[in-house]
């Protein structure tokens, strides 16, 4: 049976790689990763934080990655996806664009109407989940996700690096009663990175880093990293 060929949108966070395994679980043949790099940190589409680390991401999972830049100028990145995927469309002839949006109205209804223009399916394996099940799965199926950026009241700079694991997803849960804050992370309270998931060939450590704090945010900064390969563990 035909396995239908699909590219994944992919930041290198929780969500988008979530995406990309639940995607390979259900048959799809994932014929590449597609990284967009904003180059304005407040983009309204695109994850920024590590964004460059998702090509060692790539070839820990074993699969080809392509990139675009964008300005990430409000809706004009959105034109700046179409026309790339128009472009890549015709030299990797997939029939549907993954994503890994989970609540955001803004970003799904654009990747929407870009795959409606071009012929193309538009798939949601978290559309609309429950946001603390799917942290539960992240972390009880061995994801290895760190905090990568911070921007919301009640986080610390102990956020940073900090690994997701049940002990943070209840912290997770007392700021979000406390502050309001989306314990999912889909408000652009913060920003995270896989290191590692059960799809990987290989694992990603960082060796050195630099916490960047100023008031009430911060981001990390990875200065030198390695990729492993867990066969030799």
Not at 41 to 70: N, R, V
Not at 130 to 140: A, D, T, Y
């Amino acid at each position: 049976m035909r396995k239908i060929k699909v590219l994944a949108l992919f930041s290198g966070g929780k969500d988008s790689t979530l995406s990309v395994w639940k995607a390979i679980k259900m048959g799809y043949n994932v014929a590449g990763l597609l990284t967009v790099k904003p180059l304005n940190p407040e983009s309204w589409m695109f994850h920024y934080p590590c964004i460059d680390l998702t090509s060692l991401q790539a070839e820990a999972i074993g699969i080809k990655l392509y990139k675009l830049q964008t300005k990430g100028i409000k809706e004009e990145e959105a034109k700046d996806l179409e026309n790339f995927l128009k472009e890549l469309k015709l030299n990797i002839n997939f029939e549907a664009v993954v994503s890994g949006v989970v609540e955001s109205n803004y970003q799904k209804t654009r990747v929407d109407d870009i795959c409606e223009r071009l012929g193309l399916k538009h798939l949601t394996p978290l559309w609309h989940k429950n946001p603390e099940n799917i942290l539960r799965e992240i972390i009880s199926q061995g994801f290895d996700v760190v905090f990568t950026a911070v921007s919301a009241e009640g986080f610390t700079e102990k956020w940073l690096n900090r690994k997701l694991d049940f002990e943070a997803l209840e912290e997770l849960k007392l700021l979000s009663k406390k502050y309001g804050i989306h314990i999912s992370l889909e408000g652009g309270e913060g920003e995270t990175f896989v290191k590692d998931a059960p799809f990987f060939k290989k694992r990603i450590e960082f060796l050195d880093i630099e916490k960047v704090w100023e008031h009430d945010s911060g981001y990390l900064l990875i200065k030198k990293v390695a990729l492993i390969d867990k066969r030799n563990f």
